[in-house]
C-alpha cells in the first residue's frame, strides 16, 4: 500500500495543510510526496523534512488544474491512495484526477477509520457520513483542520520527475489579500467578525484584537459581500474551515453555513447584543453586549492581563 | 453561442436538517425542497450572459426524481429556453452524475457548462471538475466573475489566497460561487410562461451508463454535540477567560 500526497505550497514555502495531510495517511502506507509548480526548490526542501515521507518528487512547471490532473493521473500507477489537502487547489484538481482515473473520490475527509473507512461531513456539517470504499484505488482530499501536523527532522530524498502535461488555461492576474496574520486553516486562534461590524474600517477592530492575540482572522459570508472583509477570510460552508484551539465570535449570529466552518473549534466565545443569537447558545463562553464598547475594552484589559502575542 | 446548465434539487439550504434515527441518512420526505443556491448562480450568469449578446439558448439540465421538474420550471422562469430532467429515483453518486452530464455534453455541445461548485446536501464539490475530466474541456471552478473575450473567457476564480483570474478557451465548464452574481427572482407572468417550454423527460436508463456506487454509505450520524457554554458579564472576566486559555496553549 503506497500513498501520494500531493503537497499545497504558496509564494515559495510550503503550506501547514501538508504536514496535517500527511499525518492524517501515515499509518496508510509509505508516502511519496508530489511538489508541483514553479520556483519550488526551497518548497522541496522543506517537504523533505517533514516526517513520514519517504520520498519528494518534484515537477516543475506552471501548474494549473487541467495540467495538474494530468500529470497525477499518470504518475497514478503505483498508488493506492492519492491525496491532497481539501483546500482550494485540491478541491480543483483531485475531483478531476479521479474521473480520469475512473475513480470515485472521498473528499473533506475528517476521520481515517482504517484503510478503506472514513468519515466526512455533509449537510453543512450537520450530519457525518461513514463512508467505505471498496474501489482498487482510493483519491482523498483531507480536511486539515481535523488533524495534528507530523513532525520535522526527517530528510527525504528529492527526485525532479519529467513534466510534460500542458494547460489551455493561462493565469492573468493573482488578487492576493496582504496581510501578516496565521494561515486560517490551522491557526491556534482565529477572531471572528460579523456584518455588525459595519465598514471596513470598523474591521479594523477584529484585526487590532487579532493581531494582539496572534490570531488569524475571519469573517462571515455577509462582512465578505459586504466589501468589510476579504474573501478569503469567510469561514464556513463556502469559505474556510477552522478548528483552533480558540474561537472569538463577534457579531456573528451563527448562521448553520457559518457554524460548518467552526464545528472544530475546542472553545469558542461570542460577543453579540442578543442573547438568542444560535452562535451565544454554542458558545463556551458569552459576552452580551455592544461590541463598539466591548473591543476597545478588551483590548486595555487583555494589556492588563499582561496578555501579548504580537 | 450555447450554454446547458447542470442544476440540481436538494434541501432547501434555509432548513435544519434531521438525521434519521436508524443512521440511514438525512430525513428528506415532507421537507422542504428547492434549486440549490449554487446552481441559481450559474442559471443566473447563463442568463447575463445571454442578454449581454453571448448566449443564444439555455439548456437546462437536471438529475433526480420527477419532483425535480420544480427546480427546472423555476430555472425556466429565470429565462432558460428548454429543460432536460434525467428521471431517476436513486441516490447517485457524483461520478455517475458527471458521466450522465458528459451525455448531455455530447449530445448538446455547449459552448459552456455552467455548475454549481457545490451541492448543499452531499457537499461534495465535484461534477463540474468531474465533467471537465470526462469532457477533457478546461475548468474555471469558484467563479466569482465570467467575461467573455475574443474566443473564450476570462474567470476570476475564489482561492484559498484571495481570487485569481485565468483564461480559458471555449467550450469549457465553469462552476459557480456565491459572489457571481444575485439572481432574480421569476416574475409571475415569467413562472406562467415557464410551463409552456419545452422540458423533455427521459429515464436515466437511456443513457447507458454504468450507475453502480463505488462507495458504500455505512451509516450517517448527527455530529457530536458541545456542551452548554456560560456567559460573563464584563471584559475584564472575558479577558481573564482569554488569557487563561491562552496560556493552557502555550503550557502544551
Ligand atoms: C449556500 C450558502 C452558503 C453560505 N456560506 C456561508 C459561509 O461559508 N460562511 C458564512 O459566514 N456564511 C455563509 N452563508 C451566509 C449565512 O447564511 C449568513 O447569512 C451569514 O453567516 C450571516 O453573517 P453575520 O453573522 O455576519 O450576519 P447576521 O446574521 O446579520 O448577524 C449579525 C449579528 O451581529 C449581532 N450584532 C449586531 N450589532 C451588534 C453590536 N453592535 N454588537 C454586538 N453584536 C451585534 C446581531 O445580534 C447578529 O447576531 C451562506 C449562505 C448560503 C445560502
Ligand atoms: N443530480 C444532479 N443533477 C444536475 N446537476 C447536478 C446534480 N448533482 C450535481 N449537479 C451539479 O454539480 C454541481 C456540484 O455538485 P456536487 O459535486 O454534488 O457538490 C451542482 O451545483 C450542480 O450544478
Redesign the pocket.
Known amino acids: 500500500m503506497s500513498v501520494l500526497v500531493v503537497a499545497d505550497h504558496d509564494l515559495g514555502a510550503l503550506s501547514p495543510a501538508t504536514a496535517r495531510v500527511i499525518h492524517a495517511v501515515s499509518e496508510l502506507g509509505p508516502i511519496d510526496l508530489l511538489v508541483i509548480g514553479q520556483d519550488i526548490d526551497a518548497v522541496a526542501a522543506e517537504a523533505a523534512r517533514v516526517a513520514g515521507v519517504t520520498r519528494v518528487l518534484v515537477a516543475k512547471g506552471a501548474s494549473s488544474s487541467d495540467a495538474d490532473a494530468s500529470l497525477i493521473a499518470a504518475l497514478a500507477e503505483p498508488y493506492h491512495y492519492i491525496v491532497q489537502s481539501a483546500g482550494s487547489v485540491g478541491k480543483d484538481r483531485m475531483p478531476r484526477v479521479a474521473a480520469k482515473l475512473d475513480l470515485m473520490p472521498v473528499t473533506d475527509v475528517v476521520k481515517v477509520l482504517g484503510p478503506t473507512r472514513f468519515e466526512r461531513p455533509i449537510y453543512a456539517g450537520n450530519a457525518v457520513q461513514t463512508v467505505s470504499d471498496g474501489q482498487a484505488r482510493h483519491v482523498l482530499t483531507i480536511r486539515a483542520s481535523a488533524f495534528r501536523a507530523a513532525a520535522g527532522g526527517n530528510d527525504a530524498p528529492i527526485e525532479v520527475i519529467e513534466n510534460s502535461a500542458a494547460s489551455a488555461a493561462r493565469l492573468i492576474a493573482a488578487h492576493r489579500t496582504e496581510s501578516d496574520t496565521p494561515d486560517l486553516a490551522t491557526a491556534q486562534i482565529v477572531v471572528g467578525g460579523g456584518v455588525a461590524l459595519g465598514s471596513a474600517e470598523n474591521f479594523q477592530l477584529i484585526e487590532q484584537l487579532a493581531k494582539k492575540l496572534g490570531a488569524a482572522i475571519g469573517a462571515t459570508r455577509a462582512a465578505v459581500d459586504a466589501g468589510y472583509a476579504p474573501n478569503d477570510w469567510q469561514v464556513g460552508q463556502t469559505g474556510k474551515i477552522i478548528a483552533p484551539d480558540l474561537y472569538i465570535a463577534i457579531g456573528i449570529s451563527g448562521a448553520l453555513q457559518h457554524l460548518a466552518g467552526i464545528q472544530g473549534a475546542k472553545k469558542i466565545v461570542a460577543i453579540n447584543a442578543d442573547p438568542e443569537a444560535p452562535l451565544v447558545k454554542l458558545a463556551d463562553l458569552a459576552l452580551i453586549g455592544d461590541l463598539f464598547e466591548i473591543i476597545p475594552q478588551l483590548l486595555v484589559e487583555l494589556d492588563k492581563a499582561g496578555l501579548k502575542r504580537d | 453561442m450555447k450554454i446547458l446548465v447542470?442544476?440540481?434539487r436538494v434541501v432547501d439550504h434555509n432548513v435544519r436538517i434531521r438525521v434519521r434515527p436508524d443512521g440511514t441518512g438525512v430525513e428528506t420526505s415532507g421537507v422542504r425542497m428547492s434549486m440549490?443556491p449554487?446552481?441559481k448562480h450559474?442559471v443566473e450568469a447563463a442568463m447575463q450572459l445571454s442578454e449581454a449578446g453571448h448566449g443564444d439558448e439555455i439548456v437546462i439540465?437536471?438529475?433526480?426524481p420527477k419532483a425535480s421538474n420544480d427546480v427546472i420550471l423555476t430555472a425556466l422562469a429565470m429565462g432558460a429556453h428548454r429543460g432536460i430532467l434525467i428521471e431517476t429515483d436513486a441516490e447517485?453518486e457524483?461520478l455517475a452524475?458527471a458521466k450522465l452530464?458528459a451525455k448531455v455534453v455530447a449530445e448538446e455541445n455547449p459552448d459552456i457548462v455552467l455548475?454549481?461548485?457545490?451541492?448543499v446536501d452531499?457537499?461534495?464539490?465535484?461534477?463540474?471538475q468531474m465533467l471537465a475530466a470526462l469532457t477533457d474541456r478546461p475548468q474555471a471552478t469558484f467563479a466569482s466573475e465570467i467575461k467573455v473575450v475574443g474566443q473564450g473567457i476570462e474567470v476570476t476564480r475564489e482561492v484559498d489566497s484571495g481570487r485569481e483570474t485565468i483564461a480559458i478557451p471555449l467550450p469549457a465548464i465553469v462552476?459557480a460561487d456565491l459572489r457571481l452574481n444575485t439572481p432574480r427572482n421569476a416574475a409571475l407572468p415569467m413562472v406562467m410562461k415557464a410551463r409552456s417550454k419545452p422540458l423533455a423527460v427521459r429515464p436515466v436508463a437511456e443513457f447507458g451508463v454504468d450507475l453502480t456506487p463505488r462507495l458504500t454509505i455505512e451509516k450517517v450520524s448527527p455530529p457530536a454535540e458541545r456542551a452548554a457554554g456560560k456567559s460573563v458579564a464584563s471584559a475584564t472576566e472575558l479577558a481573564a477567560y482569554i488569557a487563561t486559555e491562552v496560556s493552557q496553549m502555550e503550557a502544551l
Open positions: 447542470a442544476i440540481k440549490n449554487f446552481c450559474a439540465v437536471s438529475i433526480g447517485l457524483t452524475i452530464l455548475l454549481g461548485k457545490q451541492a452531499d457537499d461534495s464539490n465535484h461534477v463540474g462552476t
